[in-house]
């Protein structure tokens, strides 16, 4: 059995910072599950392309609002505490935060290692150093 508290993986190399967001990578690929969940918190007042070529990703919105436009048929979907959208096709997308920051549990499929940032493209690589 694995356990981890928030605290905890906040107060390590599991946090990875960016200028618009910051997320609390629980777990990892070396954890062996599949997948990896991660507890993001997106800034107030910004803008991220994103879009993950190698990764699947389900997003659940805990607090905070914002929107996602998906880029192909310029649709926007409102984000708010409920909300779970689902990047089911590789999505190429723009992640708003909208007037307070938006707290985000997300699941990815491959898992990241640990060290991912989204390079000029918006992706995350399929290899990164791993979180030990």
Request: hydrophobic share 35%; glycine share 6%.
């Amino acid at each position: 059995m694995i356990v981890r508290t928030l605290e905890e993986c906040q107060n390590s190399e599991r946090r990875v910072d960016s200028e618009n967001w910051s997320s609390v990578r629980m777990l990892l690929k070396d954890d062996q599950m599949g997948f990896s969940f991660h507890i993001t918190t997106i800034y107030a007042n910004t803008e991220t392309p994103i879009h993950y070529q190698n990764h699947l990703e389900s997003v659940y919105c805990m607090s905070g609002n914002g929107e996602v436009e998906t880029l192909s048929d310029g649709k926007v979907y409102k984000i708010e505490a409920g909300t779970l959208y689902i990047l089911d096709k590789h999505d190429n997308h723009l992640l708003r935060g909208g007037s307070e920051d938006m707290k985000m549990a997300c699941v990815f499929n491959p898992p990241l290692n640990g060290k991912e940032v989204h390079d000029e493209n918006g992706v995350y690589p399929l290899a990164a150093e791993a979180v030990t």
